[in-house]
């Protein structure tokens, strides 16, 4: 079964940049046919895919977020990669990483064992 763990600062200051690493082991980033992506909620708030990478290494992101957002990989370490930029407080969320056959909305907002357990991040000052 895969694992993922999303790793990364818990406190970023408004204007800087995120940057969130996903770590996947029992698995492969070139497997097809397989997205690989990152989503958030914040508090109070439902989940929200951000953009994904898939096994080819070809990005997908949100149309809302595509000006902000970048997402790269390292197969040989096993992990992909979130970058934020021009954070405000409204991006403090918790953020996962997940592997999926799809990219649908139904698949993006049902966590299941295919998802990492989530990492707390606050904008702040």
């Known amino acids: 079964q895969v694992q993922l763990q999303e790793s990364g600062p818990g406190l970023v200051k408004p204007s800087q940049t995120l940057s969130l690493t996903c770590t996947v082991s029992r698995g492969s980033l070139t497997a097809a046919f397989y997205y690989w992506s990152w989503i958030r909620q914040p508090p109070g708030k439902g989940l929200e895919w951000m953009g994904a990478i898939d096994y080819s290494g070809s990005t997908y992101y949100n149309p809302s977020l595509k000006s902000r957002t970048s997402i790269s990989r390292d197969t040989s370490k096993k992990q992909f990669t979130l970058q934020l930029n021009s954070v405000t407080p409204e991006d403090t969320a918790v953020y996962y990483c997940?592997?999926?056959?799809?990219?649908?909305?139904?698949?993006?907002?049902?966590?299941?064992?295919?998802w990492g357990q989530g990492t707390q991040v606050t904008v702040s000052s």
């Open positions: 997940a592997r999926t056959l799809d990219l649908s909305k139904a698949t993006m907002t049902s966590p299941n064992r295919d």
